[in-house]
């Protein structure tokens, strides 16, 4: 080591911690990262440490090098230097035993991480209680360490060993010492008299013991730790710690039969908690969240105890319930899965006796939600965030007040919300304007909707009723639809209140805050009622003509598939007309466009796109259920042929025509596919030329839906699919060509999505075919894209081949095609998996070519451990070791004689950890993830 490594080392940690530009800092620590790969700094690392002279920076970053190195680069280590290194950690942890303690869990994450990895250290948590048990100084050190000992080891393993040696190396460190450890903590417990800083370490490594699961709940039968963590729970100082505590061994005290004797100690416990709980402030949220997540976890643990012996464990519910009256919408959510679970329980017959015990708490409920669904008098304060964090909380709060539903019924629930609205209209000093104590109550009504009965004939009538009467608001009027778009169901079983919602409805097209509401109950009741308003679509006609020309594009679309429902109720003889008349003013609109030509304006263009949505949208919607005679709308998609061909000629390259024109084929052959054969061919001759001209990935995706629609009856249809995907492939590899692949990531994630299909539905023709070769050698050179869905989508793609191709490995007419191909393109294909990994692919990307590597090995098991073999073997000596390289090819060869495909695909994730650790820069290494 030599003091320039030092004067560099503390350069970069003045740039990094004293200096302000964003960029100097950044190269700093970049710098420092690449100076913990390297073998240089065990020494540095150990001088700094040591070294009176430097700050706390400088010993922090050494501590730090440390457990990167032990965690990472510990095979630089002979034996003896390994038993060094050990015995120099346990001196340091010596040394500063009086802190700081940032440099304290350093230290023990080290010592942790060679524990882990040195099998030839014995017992080191014997070792480690022996060293500093009976040091008041050092008492804080060993339970530091003993804190993120099962943390570190049952967390997200970073540490290169097998899963074998992990299981038992965890089991001699962790299960074999827990006794002990418990009886350590009794005993530091029992002696810490007033000592809070060493009771706090006390707690936080029972709890890291307990949530690692390596001391048995049951040994806390008994035992004085129990009482003393709820006691804990009177401290200000010790309180965070002992609320951890608590709750975890309430969690793992869920399985009743076996810990009963122990909750019959821990329930007592939690009432006074109640007490606590009214003493804390209101502006205490954090202090209250707390007992809440107590009492919640209670709830859910013990939740058969509080369903068949009510009134035993009646204080965990009514805790409950006292959380979420608290004024703060933090802590509500924390008891949501309670409720439904708790509903879900007491839904099973056998607890139909005791449900009415229930009834009081639910009543209780309701009342306290629709208090919170208040918007509050100064929303206009809000900010953006504010009022959408809100609105989520209103619709998951929703999920409750169904809950309740659940339980009461339906009658009762609703009964609730609706007197509020009667005493609001009644109430001759209501005032008005005050328009937040009506809306909560119809936004509950909202919720209730999912639980309630078509034939309930008590209370929605009444509801329905008031509705018109209730305060003319633009925010009750917006709820008030709502309300009727939710009860569009029930309203189906009612038909006399559907002039009175329509009406009601259309009034609210004229007030601009209540259109998008207006739009969604249209759409939900002629949805749900379609049959029922067939006669209604002669006035409905006009009307759509009307919104045609003043709505927004979306609220239109909400329209148009409001009225495609309706008109799928029409009878068959008379669909195409009805059909007819909608569409045909839009197809004489498209058609004015189209004439136009080249000469239309951008607006005309656009205009043309949310003209052929709307097409698209009465298409997705009207389909005759009648399949078995000739479909009479084909008629008119052949009407509309000649108009759309002209628009893909004139329009095609425009983006916003050509997806939702692509939406509308997407019906044609998803829906009408039988009766859209006559048309397919020139569809197809149109949709291979247009993306030859534009290039746009709209087009991949509509010929994918094609494929996977007839791959079925291609043969027997006479359907070109394959002279279609091999003209598309044939534009496709221009395109790469031309613009490279990172300049059109979306097209080639839509073309490998397109050839998946194609190799799933014809698996036998795509091999078989001239395709084959070409494809494979796009997707090869797609592994250098940056882009994830693209690069997802090509492995998807090899993933979809190599499975169907293991799945008929004893077919040689199936096998043989993919063999030829591997013989000239193998080794450069898994060259590129391999210099992938360690260079460019995201981390997640490791699976999927560990799952191609794997069905490789199945299929072709000699010669893909030749290409394997060689491209480990073109990595740089320097970068990697004889020794590396053999125990790569070692652990190779056992995952694949063994077809232990996890293990194979454990292997490649640590070698290229490894090998990205060692061999590059830490920018280089984060651009990868």
Not at 373 to 393: K, M
Not at 730 to 738: N, P, Y
Request: charged share 20%.
């Amino acid at each position: 080591m030599s003091t320039e490594a030092i004067d560099r080392v503390l350069q970069a940690l003045s740039a990094l911690y004293g200096n302000t530009d964003s960029a100097t800092k950044e190269e700093a620590n970049i710098w420092l990262e690449d100076f913990q790969k390297t073998t240089e700094a065990w020494t540095t690392a150990d001088v700094l440490i040591r070294h009176e002279k430097v700050g706390l920076e400088a010993r922090l970053f050494a501590a730090q090098t440390f457990r990167a190195k032990i965690t990472y680069d510990l095979k630089e280590l002979d034996t003896n230097a390994r038993n060094s290194l050990r015995d120099s950690l346990l001196n340091l942890l010596h040394q500063f035993r009086a802190g700081p303690n940032i440099i304290i869990t350093q230290l023990c994450l080290s010592i942790a991480n060679l524990a882990l990895q040195a099998n030839d250290w014995e017992d080191p948590v014997k070792q480690l209680i022996q060293l500093y048990a009976s040091n008041p100084e050092t008492a804080g050190c060993l339970l530091e360490f003993l804190s993120v000992l099962p943390e570190e080891i049952s967390g997200d393993r970073k540490v290169p060993i097998s899963d074998e040696d992990y299981q038992r190396r965890s089991k001699e460190l962790l299960a074999s010492n827990s006794g002990e450890v418990l009886q350590l903590l009794v005993v530091y417990m029992q002696n810490s008299g007033n000592n809070v800083d060493v009771q706090i370490k006390l707690f936080k490594c029972l709890y890291s013991w307990l949530k690692t699961r390596n001391i048995h709940i049951m040994t806390l039968h008994g035992n004085p730790l129990l009482d003393l963590s709820f006691e804990a729970l009177n401290s200000e100082d010790l309180f965070d710690v002992a609320v951890d505590v608590v709750c975890e061994i309430i969690d793992q005290t869920s399985d009743i039969g076996q810990s009963m004797p122990l909750i019959e100690k821990i329930y007592p416990k939690l009432t006074p908690l109640r007490e606590l709980m009214k003493q804390i402030d209101t502006d205490d949220g954090d202090k209250y969240k707390a007992f809440c997540r107590i009492f919640t976890e209670a709830g859910e643990a013990y939740l058969s105890l509080v369903v068949e012996n009510f009134g035993a464990f009646r204080g965990i519910i009514e805790g409950i319930v006292e959380c979420v009256a608290f004024p703060s919408l933090d802590i509500v959510p924390m008891t949501f899965n309670f409720w439904f679970s708790l509903a879900n329980q007491l839904s099973d017959s056998k607890y139909a006796q005791v449900k009415p015990q229930f009834f009081d708490i639910y009543r209780s409920l309701i009342d306290i939600i629709i208090g919170h669904l208040h918007y509050p008098q100064d929303l206009n304060a809000w900010t953006a965030e504010q009022r959408d964090d809100f609105r989520n909380f209103r619709h998951e709060i929703g999920d409750v007040l169904k809950d309740c539903c659940y339980v009461l019924g339906s009658q009762e629930t609703l009964s609730r919300p609706y007197s509020i609205l009667v005493k609001c209209i009644t109430d001759p000093s209501f005032d008005r304007s005050n328009w937040q104590v009506i809306e909560a109550p119809l936004m509950s009504l909202r919720s209730m909707g999912a639980e309630v009965d078509s034939s309930e004939n008590v209370v929605v009538p009444e509801i329905m009723k008031i509705l018109p009467n209730l305060p003319l608001h633009s925010k009750i009027r917006y709820a008030a639809t709502l309300v009727i778009a939710r009860y569009t169901f029930w309203t189906a079983e009612h038909p006399e209140f559907i002039p009175f919602q329509l009406d009601y409805i259309s009034a609210g097209f004229d007030d601009p805050e209540v259109v998008a509401a207006s739009a969604m109950a249209l759409k939900y009741l002629c949805k749900d009622c379609n049959k029922l308003l067939i006669d209604y679509l002669n006035q409905l006609h006009p009307f759509y003509i009307s919104a045609s020309k003043s709505l927004s594009q979306g609220d239109l679309i909400e329209i148009t598939e409001a009225l495609a429902h309706v008109i799928s109720a029409v009878p068959m003889d008379k669909i195409l007309s009805t059909l007819q008349t909608f569409c045909l003013p839009i197809a004489q609109g498209l058609h004015e466009i189209a004439r136009k030509g080249q000469g239309a304006s951008e607006s005309e263009v656009r205009q043309a796109g949310d003209l052929v949505d709307q097409i698209a949208t009465f298409f997705q919607y009207v389909i005759p259920s009648n399949t078995s005679e000739a479909n009479p709308l084909i008629q008119l998609i052949s009407e509309l042929w000649p108009v759309c061909d002209s628009l893909l000629v004139n329009f095609g390259g425009n983006v916003h025509l050509a997806e939702n024109i692509s939406k509308y084929f997407k019906c044609c052959v998803v829906y009408y596919r039988k009766d859209f054969l006559p048309l397919l061919p020139n569809f197809l001759e149109r949709l291979v030329e247009t993306f030859d001209r534009t290039g746009l990935g709209c087009y991949l995706w509509v010929a994918k839906k094609t494929i996977d629609e007839y791959s079925g009856q291609a043969q027997h249809d006479g359907i070109p699919l394959l002279g279609v995907a091999e003209k598309l492939s044939s534009s496709m590899f221009r395109f790469v060509k031309e613009k490279g692949f990172q300049e059109i990531p979306d097209v080639v994630e839509d073309y490998f999505q397109m050839m998946t299909i194609f190799i799933e539905e014809m698996y036998t023709t795509f091999v078989q075919s001239p395709l084959l070769m070409p494809v494979f050698q796009c997707g090869m050179a797609g592994f250098s894209l940056e882009h994830h869905r693209a690069l997802s989508a090509i492995f998807h793609f090899y993933t979809q081949l190599f499975t169907i191709t293991a799945r008929h490995k004893t077919d040689p007419a199936l096998v043989d095609p993919i063999s030829k191909t591997l013989q000239e393109v193998g080794a450069s294909f898994v060259g590129l998996l391999i210099n992938g990994l360690i260079h460019s692919f995201p981390l997640d990307f490791v699976s999927d070519v560990g799952t191609i590597m794997g069905f490789m090995a199945e299929v072709f098991p000699s010669e893909s451990r030749q290409w394997v073999a060689y491209a480990i073997n073109q990595l740089p000596a320097e970068h990697l070791s004889p020794s590396e390289r053999e125990a790569f090819f070692v652990n190779y060869d056992v995952a694949v004689r063994e077809q232990h495909w996890r293990r194979l695909r454990r292997l490649l994730n640590d070698f290229t950890t490894q090998y990205r650790r060692k061999n590059f820069s830490a920018r280089i290494t984060r651009k990868a993830h």
